[in-house]
């Protein structure tokens, strides 16, 4: 039976260490503080900016919550991503997708500073990430290396296949690992023999939005498989894209869905807050 990595205790350890690193700056005068903006009440971003509200109240982190309706014009909300690009006293701005149909994602993320860009998502922080120089890492993918590293998993020579090439996670995922010394593989829906390809990895790292989709049949003994998925099953109980009772069962070590991947990604949020004030040179 795999060993099952805690995503919640490694996401506790790591917002832990940065309510330490926060409470020692307030005593130098410094706060740090998040802007969240959110338009429209999409139910699901409702949860997902309420948790980061949570989690910037446990860490000690400001935090600045804007909820803009619906009907909300691309220039109103342009607007105040420049007004917040120009406060001193705010470090990190997050625009919650997706955003409603009217606006264009990609003019609102480019109109964000790439200093305060704490989602990962800005081109110049993609880019950096490419060449490796400082900026943002995308919360998701930077939080998977840390359950890896924190689990005592090996990625140095290890053969490491993402299924997946999303700009969120399988791009900046394989980015990560090649970063650690991992030998990558991305595949995805064109891939041909793709459990054959997977059965390679020694970490497999799956992001493909399809409930259950990876069995035991894609998995190599021993392996550490990384459930990215956020799924419903046939009983609408949330899942992930690995049948987790089925690749338990050959894995090394396993992220069972909730619970692993997913407290992570705000784990990393509150990180990356710390990096907005070190990168604005606070």
């Given at each position: 039976m795999a060993k099952i990595i805690d995503g919640k205790a490694i996401s506790k350890a790591i917002k832990d260490e940065v309510k330490q690193q926060v409470e020692e700056?307030?005593?130098?005068?410094?706060?740090?503080?998040?802007?969240?903006?959110?338009?429209?009440?999409?139910?699901?971003?409702?949860?997902?900016?309420?948790?980061?509200?949570?989690?910037?109240?446990?860490t000690g982190i400001r935090s600045l919550s804007?909820?803009?309706?619906?009907?909300t014009t691309q220039e109103e909300l342009l607007s105040l991503v420049r007004e917040l690009n120009d406060r001193e006293d705010v470090n990190g701005i997050l625009v919650q997708l997706p955003l409603p149909a009217h606006?264009?994602?990609?003019?609102?993320?480019?109109?964000?500073?790439?200093?305060?860009?704490?989602?990962?998502?800005?081109?110049?922080?993609?880019?950096?990430?490419?060449?490796?120089?400082?900026?943002?890492?995308?919360?998701?993918?930077?939080?998977?290396?840390?359950?890896?590293?924190?689990?005592?998993v090996e990625i140095a020579?290890?053969?490491?296949?993402?299924?997946?090439?999303?700009?969120?996670?399988?791009?900046?995922?394989?980015?990560?690992l090649l970063r650690e010394n991992g030998t990558v593989t991305v595949a995805h829906s064109k891939t041909a023999d793709l459990k054959a390809?997977?059965?390679?990895?020694?970490?497999?790292?799956?992001?493909?939005?399809?409930?259950?989709?990876?069995?035991?049949?894609?998995?190599?003994?021993?392996?550490?498989?990384?459930?990215?998925?956020?799924?419903?099953?046939?009983?609408?109980r949330l899942c992930g894209d690995v049948d987790f009772e089925d690749v338990e069962k050959v894995a090394g070590s396993i992220t069972p869905v909730p619970g692993g991947v997913g407290p992570m990604t705000i784990a990393m949020l509150m990180h990356n807050c710390l990096e907005s004030v070190k990168l604005q040179g606070k």
């Open positions: 700056w307030k005593q130098q005068g410094i706060t740090v503080t998040l802007a969240v903006i959110q338009v429209g009440s999409n139910q699901a971003s409702t949860v997902y900016v309420n948790n980061k509200k949570k989690a910037c109240e446990y804007y909820e803009l309706p619906e009907e606006m264009d994602e990609d003019e609102v993320i480019r109109t964000i500073s790439p200093k305060k860009d704490v989602d990962g998502f800005h081109p110049q922080s993609v880019g950096a990430l490419c060449i490796g120089q400082p900026g943002f890492v995308s919360c998701t993918p930077a939080g998977i290396i840390e359950l890896l590293k924190r689990s005592g020579g290890r053969e490491c296949v993402v299924i997946g090439r999303s700009n969120i996670v399988g791009k900046p995922m394989a980015i990560l390809v997977a059965k390679r990895a020694d970490i497999l790292v799956v992001a493909v939005g399809k409930a259950k989709m990876i069995t035991s049949e894609y998995v190599k003994p021993g392996a550490a498989v990384i459930d990215v998925g956020m799924d419903r099953d046939e009983n609408n």
